[in-house]
């Protein structure tokens, strides 16, 4: 597995455990983004590491968010949605 995968990886991963933590704690849009924030620039940094290109920031960062705010919806949804009838 070459370098840029397992940094592919890494943001993939941790979109899913953001998403996850933010629907599980019930997060509301300042505190989910702004952990979001702060755990993708760890990442970032974890990352310089593993990876040596010049975008290392840019690698899985679509994946990134898209797996966070699904996930986030998803998880909130199950846990907390109450039907209307």
Known sequence: M???????????????????VCGTLSLNLLYGAGLSIIVYYVSHKISKKIYKGEKSWAVGLGEYIGLWITLWCIVYSLLYWKPSI
């Open 2 to 20: 070459e370098d840029y995968d397992k940094l592919y990886l890494l943001r993939v991963f941790t979109g899913v455990a953001v998403g996850v």
